[in-house]
T-cell receptor, first 111, second 112 residues
């Protein structure tokens, strides 16, 4: 069935390196995507979003790339810091306005 | 501006009891959605309210219910609690569609 999925459940990077977190989606009609960061004991925190009419969007130290051809979404974090350690979720907005979430990727930043 | 506020933050209940959780959305947001988050199942959609009407519903039993008030604040209720209802309950709000879909910090419910 259609799903939002993450290629890697865990990612470990060295402090200062760049991180790339990937997400595959299979609903070609999804028009809006969001990345969230969730720290232990907290709710998901909005990081960045992108609409389907764009292929790239940049924020502060983060960039989201959308490849509609292969239905792939990625989150790039530049100069990863210990405070970036968290679980990252991608979410897609389906055509009926349902939000569907991926399972999440745990990012660990080593000092 | 204030974010999404959920109360209480933590709750411990006994099997068979019922519980009510509260969510105050961001000012101006009219859509409020509820999710259950567990380590094994991830984020699962419970229901969405918009202008005091339930607009969408997930696949949860009738023990899970909710409502929304005229000021957009929402409550969810779980009756006849089971051990498996232990989870982090999150609400998220947005204007009309999904732009800026923002979560609260959640209510951690433990059923013993």
């Amino acid at each position: 069935g259609e799903s939002v999925g993450l290629h890697l459940p865990t990612l470990s990077v060295q402090e200062g390196d760049n991180s790339i977190i990937n997400c595959a989606y299979s609903n070609s009609a999804s028009d809006y995507f969001i990345w969230y960061k969730q720290e232990s004991g907290k709710g998901p925190q909005f990081i960045i979003d992108i609409r389907s009419n764009m292929d790239k969007r940049q924020g502060q130290r983060v960039t989201v790339l959308l490849n509609k051809t292969v239905k792939h979404l990625s989150l790039q974090i530049a100069a990863t810091q210990p405070g970036d350690s968290a679980v990252y979720f991608c979410a897609e907005n389906l055509e009926n306005n349902d939000m569907r979430f991926g399972a999440g990727t745990r990012l660990t930043v080593k000092p | 501006k204030a974010g999404v506020t959920q109360t209480p933050r933590y709750l411990i209940k006994t099997r068979g009891q019922q519980v009510t959780l509260s969510c105050s959305p961001i000012s101006g947001h009219r859509s409020v959605s509820w999710y259950q988050q567990t380590p094994g199942q991830g984020l699962q959609f419970l229901f969405e309210y918009f202008s005091e009407t339930q607009r969408n519903k997930g696949n949860f039993p009738g023990r899970f219910s909710g409502r929304q008030f005229s000021n957009s604040r929402s409550e969810m209720n779980v009756s006849t609690l089971e051990l498996g209802d232990s989870a982090l309950y999150l609400c998220a709000s947005s204007l009309v569609g999904r732009d800026g879909y923002t979560f609260g910090s959640g209510t951690r419910l433990t059923v013993v």
